[in-house]
């Protein structure tokens, strides 16, 4: 199996920044994509950020311009650094990854991993 975990969570006042990472580690893995998904409280989770393995990137339209989504393809390690935070952005915030995995008798398999979350909170 498969191990994400991020990093990089906290407490910022409104304007500030912050930089999550996230890391795959694990049984053998080839990534296909790998993103950022946040959940507030009383709302459903939903996409952030999203990078492929070909790099194209995907934004929701609220953080267009203020998040930058990329990755350390020698680390499996995909970031979102978060500038100009808004308390709206408060949140739990979740590593995705979409997987290539090595299965036993050396079969693979496309599988979703998900992060433990990390908490970030904006408010001053």
């Known amino acids: 199996q498969v191990q994400l975990v991020e990093s990089g969570g906290g407490l910022v006042q409104p304007g500030g920044s912050l930089r999550l990472s996230c890391a795959a580690s694990g049984s053998a893995f080839s990534i296909l994509a790998m993103g950022w998904y946040r959940q507030a409280p009383g709302k459903q989770r939903e996409l952030v950020a999203l990078i492929t393995s070909g790099s194209k990137t995907n934004y929701t339209d609220s953080v267009k311009g203020r998040f930058t989504i990329s990755r350390d393809n020698a680390k499996n390690t995909v970031y979102l650094q978060m500038n100009n935070l808004k308390p709206e952005d408060t949140a739990v915030y979740y590593c995705?990854?979409?997987?290539?995995?090595?299965?036993?008798?050396?079969?693979?398999?496309?599988?979703?991993?998900w992060g433990q979350g990390t908490q970030v909170t904006v408010s001053s």
């Open positions: 995705n990854a979409d997987l290539v995995v090595v299965v036993p008798r050396d079969q693979i398999e496309e599988r979703i991993y």
